[in-house]
């Protein structure tokens, strides 16, 4: 009983309902706050306020204050009664055991049972209503009778008391089962006008859903695409290095081979020296200068063959002394030098020639060293950046592929382009200086706008390039049909429907088409732009280069000429197509 009074007390008079966001006027009564603001605007064309309690008046429009303890006490107050909306009433005088309650009596305030109710019905004639605990609700406060009539003009519920004494008399007032009614016709009038909108919401709602599974599913295969390609693109990468790999290590074994087959020479060679030097020393004990002098050709004339034995043995052999000529015979003096006596000038001589003669073969034997630098040129970097940038090539190739769009090789059209602007050799790049270039006149030629078109056109697929810009003077990328105008406003690339472009000025870009300015939501911060066409699918967008790629714009279009690529450039700005 306790919380049915509570509740009682928490209940707004206008909707008699807990209070929603609860307000006080400064007579002290509360209310909701939706429910006084609906009735202080309908009293608002009459020029007087009143309270709907007690009748007090204002002025002007009553200020409204938070009563904030109050919507504390209403939380809670729910929060202690987690099944009130499910409470059933029962019969008031069916005390021995509970029965649910089918009808409720105002006057009475008592709820009752079927028996009861036709008890009821038989001795009194009494206003009833639906099953309720709320008694006070339905009485007004101030005549403590039952609310029976509904007044429009001061939107408040009525007793007979106050249809005919007080400030409502004369009012128009209604039953409120009339009233009620009324009420639901207006409401079921807006609901049909509201149904065709909730029904084109719901279906807005569906079509997002769907759009919203649909890129859901386009990104998920997008993205095992992508890790396939990855996947490929490291395959490929490592083919790559195995081949490269391979390559160096066996140009390594080449070079190394043939560099130990060198040191193996140079090594018999300082063998050979080191005996040779070990002779010498020899022969530099000899003490008899004839002895010497006519053996001073043996460190030049020795014999690989007889090198091992002298090592062996430790000694001087006749062959090593130059004694004996060949390996067989026996060396004997010339009789003729000992009979002569040994002219010791002439022996000198002849072994200084001897010397010489010796000392030149030696040189010829050394000849032709390979040097250093020699060895390190023998490594091909030539050939091996070939096949790195042939891999890089074919990974690039096979990326474009996998993702269905070409990259075309785009060169500059010198007939189409204005007498004022400078093309580069390898015609891609396009630049104004305002000097006369002294062109011939030409049909296809620009005559009003510095302005160029490329020699390829694109009439189906999907192509990507990109272009460069030097951020001085101003500048216009894009696409346009061949029938666009040459001379004349109309050939300007954003004065027409025949063209579609990007134009850039002191960083800050606009798009353009058929005389129409849209300012991206993005303004480039790097000079490097890439273009994509999807020709079918009637898309042309921009794209800033720089980390991380950002998009631009995007034209939608039916295309229905082919497509070249124009330029347009002014005060000195250059535009430079990357290949």
Not at 15 to 38: A, E, K, M, Q
Not at 425 to 435: G, R
Not at 441 to 455: A, C, K, V
Not at 530 to 538: K, N, Q, R, S, T
């Amino acid at each position: 009983m306790a919380s049915a009074d509570l509740r009682d007390e928490l209940n707004c008079s206008i909707c008699l309902n807990l209070y929603t966001d609860p307000v006080s006027l400064r007579c002290g009564h509360n209310f909701c706050r939706s429910c006084i603001v609906s009735v202080l605007d309908a009293q608002e064309a009459g020029g007087v306020y009143s309270c709907p309690d007690c009748r007090v008046e204002y002025p002007e429009h009553p200020a409204l204050e938070k009563n904030s303890k109050l919507s504390n006490i209403v939380k809670r107050f729910l929060s202690t009664q987690p099944d009130m909306d499910k409470t059933r009433t029962f019969c008031s005088y069916c005390t021995k055991s509970p029965v649910p309650a089918v009808k409720s009596c105002l006057q009475c305030e008592n709820s009752l049972c079927d028996d009861h109710l036709t008890v009821h019905n038989q001795t009194m004639d009494h206003v009833l209503s639906e099953p309720t605990s709320s008694f006070g609700n339905k009485k007004c406060s101030i005549h403590k009778k039952v609310l029976e009539y509904y007044c429009p003009q001061d939107i408040t519920f009525l007793c007979v008391s106050c249809c005919l004494v007080g400030k409502h008399r004369g009012h128009q007032v209604e039953l409120l089962d009339e009233a009620s009614e009324k009420k639901k016709q207006k409401l079921r009038q807006y609901l049909n006008e509201l149904n065709p909108q909730k029904a084109e919401i719901q279906t807005r709602i569906q079509s997002l859903h769907n759009h919203k599974v649909k890129i859901q599913k386009k990104v998920s295969e997008k993205r095992k695409n992508v890790n396939k390609l990855f996947m490929n693109i490291k395959e490929q990468l490592e083919i790559a290095e195995n081949k490269v790999l391979s390559k160096i290590s066996r140009q390594e074994i080449e070079m190394v081979s043939k560099i130990s087959d060198l040191i193996k020479k140079m090594e018999i060679k300082e063998d050979k020296l080191s005996r040779k030097m070990c002779q010498m020393e020899k022969m530099c004990c000899v003490t008899d200068p004839i002895r010497l002098l006519q053996e001073s050709d043996i460190t030049v004339s020795s014999r690989g063959d007889d090198e091992d034995t002298r090592e062996d043995s430790g000694q001087i052999n006749a062959e090593e002394v130059g004694l004996v000529p060949g390996e067989d015979e026996v060396h004997v003096p010339d009789p003729k030098v000992q009979d002569n006596g040994t002219d010791p000038k002439s022996v000198l001589e002849e072994s200084d020639q001897r010397a010489s003669l010796s000392d030149n073969s030696v040189e010829a034997e050394e000849e032709a060293p390979v040097s250093d630098n020699e060895m390190a040129d023998d490594l091909e970097d030539v050939l091996i950046s070939s096949i790195l940038h042939r891999s890089m090539k074919d990974v690039v190739t096979y990326v474009t592929s996998e993702l269905r769009f070409h990259v075309p090789d785009i060169l500059l059209d010198v007939d189409t382009a204005h007498t004022k602007m400078v093309l580069s050799e390898d015609m891609k790049t396009a630049t104004d200086l305002k000097e006369n270039q002294g062109r011939p006149e030409m049909p296809g030629r620009f005559q009003s706008y510095n302005q160029i078109l490329s020699r390829c056109s694109f009439s189906s697929g999907r192509h990507y390039y990109e272009v460069e810009w030097n951020q001085m003077g101003q500048c216009g990328i894009g696409m346009c049909y061949p029938s666009i105008e040459r001379n004349g406003y109309q050939s300007g690339i954003a004065q027409n429907d025949k063209s579609w472009c990007l134009a850039m000025c002191d960083k800050k870009c606009s798009a353009f088409h058929n005389s129409v300015i849209l300012i991206p939501d993005v303004n480039p911060i790097c000079p490097t732009l890439g273009v994509f066409l999807d020709y079918e699918a009637g898309r042309l967008s921009f794209y800033q280069l720089c980390d991380p790629i950002r998009h631009l714009h995007t034209f939608r279009a039916s295309f229905t000429e082919p497509l070249h690529v124009i330029l347009y450039v002014l005060d000195e700005a250059s535009v430079k197509i990357r290949s």
